[in-house]
């Protein structure tokens, strides 16, 4: 009994027993038990009313059909934003990377995380500060990111992707929770010490989308990103401006933007007559420039599988589009701040301006001939976009006009 056994495991060990079982990694195959899993689930939806949406009728807009139809000004292509609140950042990034290409010649990618990341950091620095008495949200404002640049620099996309390893979508809803619930507990505790949450918050951010880089390789040289910006990208981001209209405060002045993304209460915006409005963001993208522009797009007139935003009759005829409606509707909530993007550029169609609108929200991807675009109606833009960033040399006659 002992020789025998001696041989097996020998047998065993050298692999030479005939017929020997193998094991492999296979994909689970669905079973019966994801077959009530979904029987459950239908029979939940039997007693749930599906919610229909209130949206206009397309059929007599006739749009432009593809992106051919426009003048183009060059963008890099669109990309998502994922299950995140960011859009303030990637329409505006974006739009910076049109204005490389237009100052410079040079086609990059900018990292839209970075500036994210360090967002945060400044809202949790603000919260501090002001005791709990600061928005806390995943939004902020285009001309956040100016800001954002001038502090923390940028750095290339490929540098930082804020994606963990094995992930290809953002998804910040765990992220946004944790750091939502850390600060309020430090307002409900009075635990004001500023070092203690940034580095928490840090730590956060560290865990969800990685730690940003320090320093980056571009053409063999090692740059901070404050470097990157200013020899790489060459911007100089006072030539940035925020070009606003909006009744309720007074033109030709520099005024506050009353929303809540508008955190840190930014006071630089320049107000003006919806007519110069309009006229100065058609007169930039006619001269070759893009904007971030941002708005509201909750409305029946947007659709993404249409791929058109217009404004219906039944809301307000457009020649009945002014300062007054659009003040309106921003007064009584039906135009709130829901969304950045890029317009990159415009078609004149039966007798009316469309634009181009680069989008990093996921409604435009399933826009039919152009995922990833919208193309929005000058009525749907005078009514219910409320500003735009440009360069200032491209709106420098209505700069003009302003006092100070």
């Known amino acids: 009994m002992k020789k025998i056994l001696v041989f097996v495991a020998g047998a065993l060990l050298a692999g030479g027993v005939s017929g020997q079982d193998k094991s492999r990694f296979v994909e689970p195959k669905p079973g019966y038990f994801d077959q009530l899993k979904k029987m459950a689930e239908d029979q939940k939806g039997k007693f749930t009313e599906k919610k229909r949406v209130f949206k206009a009728d397309f059929s007599s807009v006739n749009p432009p059909k593809e992106n051919s139809e426009f003048k183009v000004i060059w963008h890099q292509n669109p990309v998502s934003q994922g299950i995140t609140g960011t859009c303030w950042c990637f329409s505006t990034t974006s739009f910076y990377e049109s204005e490389v290409y237009r100052l410079t010649g040079k086609k990059v990618r900018i990292s839209e995380l970075y500036t994210v990341y360090w967002e945060y950091v400044e809202k949790t620095v603000r919260f501090i500060r002001e005791r709990g008495n600061s928005f806390i949200g995943e939004g902020s404002e285009s001309n956040a990111v100016a800001r954002l640049y001038k502090k923390y620099g940028a750095v290339?996309?490929?540098?930082?992707?804020?994606?963990?390893?094995?992930?290809?979508?953002?998804?910040?809803?765990?992220?946004?929770?944790?750091?939502?619930?850390?600060?309020?507990?430090?307002?409900?505790?009075?635990?004001?010490?500023?070092?203690?949450?940034?580095?928490?918050?840090?730590?956060?951010?560290?865990?969800?989308?990685?730690?940003?880089?320090?320093?980056v390789s571009v053409g063999g040289k090692l740059l901070t990103p404050s470097e990157y910006l200013a020899t790489e990208l060459k911007l100089k981001m006072d030539d940035y401006v925020e070009i606003l209209s909006l009744l309720e405060k007074p033109y030709w002045q520099q005024v506050d933007y009353p929303v809540p993304d508008n955190w840190w209460k930014n006071s630089d915006y320049y107000n003006v007559?919806?007519?110069?409005?309009?006229?100065?963001?058609?007169?930039?993208?006619?001269?070759?420039?893009?904007?971030?522009?941002?708005?509201?797009?909750?409305?029946?007139?947007?659709?993404g599988f249409e791929g058109v935003a217009f404004i219906p009759s039944f809301d307000i005829p457009a020649a009945n589009i002014?300062?007054?409606?659009?003040?309106?509707?921003?007064?009584?909530?039906?135009?709130?701040?829901?969304?950045?993007?890029?317009?990159?550029?415009?078609?004149?169609?039966?007798?009316?301006?469309?634009?181009?609108?680069?989008?990093?929200?996921?409604?435009?991807?399933?826009?039919?001939?152009?995922?990833?675009?919208?193309y929005f109606r000058e009525d749907y833009v005078k009514l219910k976009m409320m500003g735009f960033t440009v360069h200032r040399s491209a709106v420098k006659d209505l700069l003009a006009k302003f006092k100070n």
């Open 273 to 303: 007559p919806l007519e110069d409005y309009m006229a100065a963001l058609n007169q930039a993208v006619e001269k070759g420039y893009t904007v971030s522009i941002g708005g509201d797009v909750s409305e029946p007139g947007l659709d």
């Open 156 to 215: 290339p996309a490929e540098s930082y992707d804020g994606l963990l390893p094995g992930y290809s979508c953002h998804d910040h809803e765990a992220m946004f929770s944790e750091i939502e619930a850390f600060l309020k507990s430090v307002k409900e505790r009075n635990q004001w010490n500023e070092e203690f949450a940034v580095e928490t918050v840090k730590s956060i951010l560290n865990h969800y989308i990685g730690k940003p880089p320090v320093s």
């Open 322 to 374: 002014d300062e007054n409606a659009r003040q309106f509707r921003f007064s009584n909530g039906t135009t709130t701040d829901d969304h950045g993007i890029h317009l990159v550029g415009y078609a004149d169609k039966d007798g009316k301006r469309w634009y181009l609108i680069k989008d990093s929200g996921s409604g435009s991807r399933n826009h039919p001939n152009a995922p990833g675009y919208f």
